[in-house]
């Protein structure tokens, strides 16, 4: 299971990699199975129990987060890539996505990951990386949304997008 971490404000970008898995290509193919809402809903609720277990406010649902984060989990699905940035994408940047939804940002984060099973266990793999819970756990953003598409390898990609309205 992989995990990565990207934060874009103003004119701040920081981000954390993980080591890439051996034998995943890029494709342009489509996923092999539908997004579940189900899923993605179960992620916002959980990273807003794991906020309010540290005494913060809960960030709002935005659908227009929702859009932008389901877009990057297709698009990593499509190409078996698990990247912030996917030049070959409709959408390569979490940038040109936000524009995509018509999101007006004054700070915006994206977690990613692939190959968890659950929404529990992604939002626990992301409360065990500092970049990640860092995302999770800030007091800049006011909304999130997430999303995941599962690949036709079966793998499952996911993407969770913060955000801090103009």
Not at 40 to 63: C, K, M, P, W, Y
Not at 92 to 105: D, E, H, N
Not at 109 to 122: K, L, P, T
Request: glycine fraction near 8%; proline fraction near 5%; charge should be positive.
């Amino acid at each position: 299971m992989r995990l990565h971490v990207l934060l874009l404000g103003m004119a701040t970008l920081a981000s954390a990699c993980a080591v890439p898995v051996a034998g995943t290509s890029p494709s342009t193919a489509a996923p092999s199975a539908s997004p579940t809402p189900e899923i993605a809903g179960d992620i916002v609720s959980r990273t807003n129990a794991e906020r309010a277990a540290h005494g913060l406010f809960g960030l709002t649902r935005s659908e227009a987060l929702m859009r932008a984060a389901q877009i990057h989990a297709e698009q990593m699905a499509a190409q078996l890539t698990m990247s912030h940035e996917l030049p070959e994408a409709r959408y390569p940047t979490l940038s040109t996505r936000l524009a995509a939804v018509g999101y007006k940002m004054l700070a915006s984060a994206e977690n990613i990951a692939e190959g968890y099973s659950s929404a529990a266990s992604v939002v626990a793999g992301w409360m065990s990386s500092t970049g990640h819970r860092e995302n999770i756990l800030s007091t800049r953003y006011a909304e999130m949304g997430a999303g995941m598409a599962i690949g036709r390898n079966g793998r499952r990609f996911y993407a969770q997008v913060f955000g801090r309205p103009r």
